[in-house]
C-alpha cells in the first residue's frame, strides 16, 4: 500500500480513530529515534559531542537550565 493510499484511507476514519492513530505512530517515532539513537551511540558517533560537552563541563562553560 503507497503513502497517498494509506492517506486515503486515513481521510475516511471518525476523528477519535484518527486522535488513535496520531497517538499510536507518535510513540512509534519515539521507539525508532531511541533505537537509533542506540545504535549511533554503539557506532561511537556521539563520542566527539560527549568530549566536547564533558570538556565545557570540566571548564566551567556550562549554565543551569532556566527554570
Same mark, same amino acid.
Not at 1 to 20: C, N, R, Y
Not at 32 to 50: P, S, T
Given at each position: ?6 492517506i486515503?484511507?486515513? @481521510? ?8 488513535e492513530l496520531?497517538?499510536?505512530i507518535? #510513540?512509534?517515532? &519515539? %521507539?525508532l529515534? /531511541?533505537? @537509533?539513537i542506540?545504535?549511533?551511540?554503539c557506532a561511537?558517533?556521539?563520542n566527539k559531542?560527549?568530549? #566536547?560537552?564533558? &570538556? %565545557?563541563?570540566? /571548564?566551567?562553560k556550562?549554565?543551569p537550565?532556566?527554570?
Amino acid at each position: 500500500m503507497s503513502t497517498a493510499e494509506i492517506i486515503g484511507e486515513v @481521510q475516511k476514519l471518525p476523528p477519535d480513530e484518527v486522535f488513535e492513530l496520531s497517538r499510536w505512530i507518535r #510513540e512509534y517515532e &519515539a %521507539e525508532l529515534w /531511541d533505537q @537509533q539513537i542506540e545504535r549511533d551511540i554503539c557506532a561511537g558517533k556521539l563520542n566527539k559531542v560527549a568530549q #566536547e560537552a564533558v &570538556a %565545557e563541563l570540566r /571548564d566551567g562553560k556550562t549554565r543551569p537550565f532556566p527554570e
